[in-house]
């Protein structure tokens, strides 16, 4: 029978497959293994097959990592998951531990032994902190040939997805694929090199505008690419997936092969430059480039930042797929207003709700990410999914937290509201008003060129600081076109990367507050970095952010006498811009819903 991973996976997992691996780890003669979340494609969201941490542990998260030793295991996760780490890992058998603690772990593991790592799943840029660590406590990190936990999965293990590959049209996309070859050859040559290695899946999609469904929540085709400095192309895919439209939509310069050429394909580059990125392609591919004698030139993805930057068809594509968005939330706010407070119905049919609003839209591809719907003290949890045991019902005097998003042709969306069940304490207006005054904030902010998420950061947290008060987790993320809800390299954190926000580039703004065991608040919106342009009086040209979310605030839980007159001004500004966009779906055809256009008309007036 085979396996297939959800967030109620079995806490049981480690005591039935450790025995499994540990035997393969001492045919291969060592004493340890790495395993990582990540696969061979370095997904956040990853196929059932490549589910290695879950089949080993049991745990699920999208960020984590285990190691298990001949006498002893421990998983290590960010603090999003530490709830869920504890009820689907066995703590007998695994220590559980802080993601940023897994070096200092290593560190410690008796002198002379030899751990392994599947160079296949670990980018250089991450293996080398881990290696220095192994190294330190005087053991070895040796690669393997053949992971364990595949050889000890055997049979079990799911098959590859074959979900067909198929073309993203050019209404979509903004830009023809040829014409993005063009530009990425050039960025190729411009870097000094002959040919880049791409390895990313959304680097496949954006490059020649297409689409797949081998991942969950993210239309990505899994493979990789050969991209030569005169825009020629080889694409590796599973013939199981090339579609009969595929080869005539790639053309003749792109050639269709399959994974099994790859390896070839890495040794022809031999004495030739080649570019490929340390922090998002694994360790095997400079293993191999570099014993065919390849001249290696480290940089970022040429795709990543020509991605970022969203272009004018691609903007207006997440207007529209916004609106249309808005008019589903809409449509579930009012049903949380009225239905819901009356039948208070727990976190799970609140998760339906929403999902079903989406679906009535007609236009719905899959939702962009599993939805997150937290009553009270579970809306405390920032990551929280409502499974299992833990799902609670709405709750008189408690707040709903609901984050979910959806995936269309045209656009990808991601949005939280914070609602009161009935009306709202003072002291959840108050803090409510503080994460309303910080978006604000991070909304209405303009700032020069050349600036980072890094700098901007503490402009959505000042509210909350100035009141004592913060948030363990970034601002905002950068999100794709009909991609990933979570794309980089952009992004609005204190940490990380100081990657200038350039125009086009499209991001979450998204500050919260977290009461431990009562309740969470958090409000996001997707914002566009617009264009700079001068400001009246001003000298230089500033970048701004367009708003690109539609959904009304929960008007109980604004203090206003917390807020300035440009804030009210401003929250005014966007209820009615939300009334002209979304009223017309609610009052004509697919999404005609008069009680929720009534609603919204109340909703939105002026504070």
């Not at 690669?143 to 979509?172: F, K, M, S, T």
């Not at 299992?388 to 937290?401: Q, V, Y």
């Amino acid at each position: 029978m085979r396996q297939t991973f959800d967030e109620t996976t079995d806490p049981s997992f480690g005591a039935k497959h450790l025995p499994l691996l540990r035997a393969e780890m001492a045919k291969q003669g060592l004493d340890g293994l790495l395993v990582p979340h990540e696969d061979e494609h370095q997904n956040e969201y990853l196929p059932d097959a490549n589910e290695r941490l879950a089949w080993v542990s049991g745990f699920t998260g999208s960020a984590g990592a285990g190691v298990v030793l001949k006498d002893r295991a421990a998983v290590f996760v960010d603090g999003r998951y530490t709830v869920q780490a504890k009820a689907q890992t066995d703590e007998a058998l695994f220590e559980r531990q802080p993601l940023n603690k897994l070096a200092d772990w290593l560190a410690a593991v008796p002198s002379g032994w030899v751990i392994g790592y599947d160079p296949r799943l670990h980018s250089p840029d991450a293996l080398a902190s881990l290696k220095q660590a192994v190294e330190k406590a005087g053991a070895t990190l040796k690669a393997v040939e053949a992971n364990p936990i595949d050889l000890a999965w055997g049979d079990a293990r799911p098959a590859q997805p074959q979900a067909p590959v198929v073309p993203h049209e050019d209404r979509y996309s903004g830009e023809d694929a040829a014409s993005k070859r063009a530009r990425i050859g050039k960025a190729i040559a411009d870097a000094g090199a002959e040919a880049a290695v791409l390895t990313a899946p959304s680097s496949l999609a954006w490059l020649f505008n297409i689409r797949g469904g081998d991942v969950i929540r993210t239309p990505l085709p899994l493979g990789q690419a050969v991209v030569k400095a005169d825009g020629t192309a080889r694409v590796f895919l599973d013939p199981a997936k090339v579609t009969n439209e595929l080869p005539g939509w790639l053309g003749d310069a792109v050639t269709l092969e399959a994974p099994e050429a790859l390896p070839g394909a890495l040794d022809a580059l031999s004495g030739r430059k080649v570019m490929i990125d340390p922090a998002v392609s694994s360790a095997w591919y400079f293993d191999r480039l570099e014993a065919a004698d390849a001249d290696i030139v480290r940089g970022m993805d040429p795709c990543a930042l020509p991605r970022a930057q969203k272009n004018a068809v691609e903007i207006e594509g997440s207007r529209q797929a916004h609106i249309r968005d808005g008019a589903a939330l809409t449509r579930f706010l009012h049903w949380v207003d009225t239905v819901a407070q009356e039948d208070l119905p727990d976190e799970r049919a609140v998760v339906e709700a929403l999902e079903g609003f989406r679906e009535a839209t007609g236009m719905l591809k899959d939702l962009s990410f599993d939805t997150i719907a937290g009553v009270g003290p579970n809306g405390a949890l920032p990551h929280y999914k409502p499974v299992g045991a833990k799902i609670r019902p709405m709750e008189a005097g408690s707040l709903l937290l609901v984050d979910g998003g959806g995936q269309y042709l045209d656009g990808t969306t991601d949005v939280t509201r914070t609602m009161a069940i009935g009306q709202g304490t003072a002291d959840q207006r108050r803090m409510f008003t503080l994460v309303l005054k910080g978006h604000i904030a991070m909304a209405v902010i303009r700032f020069p060129a050349g600036t980072s998420g890094r700098q901007l950061d503490a402009i959505a947290r000042q509210p909350l600081w100035n009141a004592g008060f913060d948030f363990d987790h970034g601002t905002g993320h950068g999100v794709g076109s009909y991609l990933g809800v979570h794309e980089g390299p952009q992004r609005i954190a204190g940490w990380g990367t100081d990657q200038p926000l350039l125009t086009g580039m499209i991001l979450s703004n998204e500050p919260g507050y977290y009461r431990e065991g009562e309740w969470g608040i958090r409000i996001e919106t997707l914002q566009v970095v617009t264009a700079p342009a001068q400001v009246p009086g001003g000298e230089r040209p500033m970048h701004g952010f367009e708003q690109l979310t539609l959904a009304p605030l929960d008007r109980r839980l604004i203090d206003t006498a917390l807020l300035t007159a440009d804030e009210r001004a401003y929250v005014d500004a966007y209820h009615a811009e939300v009334l002209t966009k979304v009223g017309p779906l609610l009052a004509d055809g697919v999404q005609k819903d008069e009680a929720a256009l009534e609603w919204l008309k109340a909703q939105t007036a002026p504070l």
